[in-house]
């Protein structure tokens, strides 16, 4: 069973910084690209940030040089350091799994989701 856990969400001022992880079991980890994404209230889920099984990023315009995402495939865990946030980052942020590198900003690629995690950043 594909479980995708999300962690380090919270409460953070403007101009702070969070780290999220995503713990993911049941898959072979290094064969899949992970990727961020968000979801405010009374929005459509949006694309933040992916990397692949060989360690390239993408990012959204709107957190690129803000946000950072690395993985350690020894501990299967995803991690996206959240640099400078802003007052409309606050949402359910959640990691997702994928075999394929194509499509990485679209919803519909990814095989895993995770249940996301609340980042509330105040103004």
């Known amino acids: 069973q594909v479980q995708l856990v999300e962690s380090g969400g919270g409460l953070v001022q403007a101009g702070g910084s969070l780290r999220l992880s995503c713990a993911a079991s049941?898959?072979?980890?290094?064969?899949?690209?992970m990727g961020w994404f968000r979801q405010a209230p009374g929005k459509e889920r949006e694309f933040v940030a992916r990397?692949?099984?060989?360690?390239?990023?993408t990012y959204a315009g709107s957190v690129k040089g803000r946000f950072s995402l690395s993985r350690d495939n020894a501990k299967n865990t995803v991690y996206l350091q959240m640099d400078s946030l802003k007052p409309e980052d606050t949402a359910v942020y959640y990691c997702?799994?994928?075999?394929?590198?194509?499509?990485?900003?679209?919803?519909?690629?990814?095989?895993?989701w995770g249940q996301g995690t609340q980042v509330t950043v105040s103004s």
């Open positions: 997702a799994a994928t075999t394929t590198n194509q499509r990485f900003a679209s919803l519909g690629a990814y095989d895993y």
């Open positions: 990397i692949g099984w060989s360690g390239t990023t």
């Open positions: 049941g898959l072979s980890f290094e064969s899949y690209a």
